[in-house]
């Protein structure tokens, strides 16, 4: 059998782009760890009466279309989550991208017993679009 280079250059656009998936794979788990774990928990506990739960949230199914606008833009209202009020501010996150938001988003709605349907970069830049 002999060597075909074409061959090999046929697929290495494949190669290229399964490694980006593999790189952004766990980047939504990277930034809750760098983002939100530091008031929310290590497992969306929240804390006690101050910080709302993420963890089976009724907050996250409820407002699902305004939580892009909630994660950039941050929060200084009261929130209910799980039927207890919540009147802590919640940091704006302006610096992360449409596709940064999108795959925090997504860990935040498949962990801790939360089962939301996966979330698009153009749902999350539609969202954004609106509460601008």
Request: glycine share 8%.
């Amino acid at each position: 059998m002999r060597f075909r280079p074409a061959v090999l250059f046929a697929f290495l656009p494949l190669l290229a782009l399964a490694g980006c998936f593999s790189n952004n794979r766990h980047q939504g788990e990277k930034l809750y760890a760098q983002h939100c774990a530091s008031c929310h928990g290590d497992q969306g506990q929240g804390l006690e009466r101050l910080i709302p739960p993420l963890a089976g949230s009724d907050y996250l199914t409820d407002h699902r279309r305004e939580l892009p606008c909630l994660l950039h833009n941050g929060q200084n209202e009261v929130m209910v989550v799980n039927g207890v009020g919540y009147h802590n501010v919640m940091p704006s996150n302006k610096g992360l991208s449409p596709a940064q938001l999108t795959n925090l988003l997504n860990y935040i709605e498949s962990h801790w017993g939360n089962e939301a349907v996966p979330r698009t970069i153009h749902d999350v830049q539609a969202q954004l679009d609106k509460c601008r």
